[in-house]
């Protein structure tokens, strides 16, 4: 299952998505910290049928976790050259334009 809440700011619709295990946890590497917070990416657990539906309606996407940045690249919004990895986990932002 994939995490995800929306968050409304400044009109824009951000999505916080990560796959569901990672939640909770901190990924260090070098001068690199991700922390994958609960407040900010648990709102509810979908499928991956569904993330996809609600990344069509993002203006913003913050992206955590292999299933997660993975289907990202699939449907065209991330470029595999525009993912980091921090500690081996993978990590995207998209601003939709």
Do not use: W
């Not at 590497?29 to 049928?49: M, Q």
């Amino acid at each position: 299952m994939i995490a995800v809440r929306i968050h409304s700011a400044s009109g824009e619709t951000v999505l916080a998505a990560c796959d569901h295990e990672l939640l909770g946890l901190t990924f260090k590497e070098g001068k690199f910290r991700l922390h994958v917070s609960e407040r900010f990416y648990n709102g509810e657990a979908i499928p991956d049928e569904i993330l996809v539906e609600r990344m069509r309606s993002a203006s913003i996407m913050n992206l955590v976790g292999e299933r997660t940045v993975s289907i990202a690249v699939s449907e065209g919004y991330v470029d595999e050259e525009n993912i980091i990895v921090i500690d081996g986990v993978k990590h995207a932002q998209v601003v939709m334009g």
